[in-house]
């Protein structure tokens, strides 16, 4: 599936290599999981939690949202 959508790229008697797509692709979902759990730190929950949580809400939660923890987080920060 990831190679017919373009994700990755298989050398033969080589590794798989991510494609250009495969690497937005997978910089965005690092992105989301940081975002996330970072979020979730700053309200307060333990870290083991807040990964464990984040694994599940990066899966589902829009771009606005995610925007608006990010929004956040700044407002948070900034107020430290």
Do not use: P
């Amino acid at each position: 599936r990831l190679k017919a959508a373009g994700l990755v790229r298989r050398e033969r008697y080589r590794a798989i290599f991510l494609t250009d797509a495969g690497r937005e692709l997978a910089e965005a979902c690092r992105r989301r999981h940081r975002v996330v759990v970072a979020f979730l730190l700053s309200l307060g929950i333990d870290e083991e939690t807040a990964e464990r949580d984040a694994e599940g809400i990066e899966h589902h939660v829009s771009t606005t949202t995610l925007e608006a923890f990010e929004h956040a987080l700044q407002k948070f920060q900034s107020s430290k």
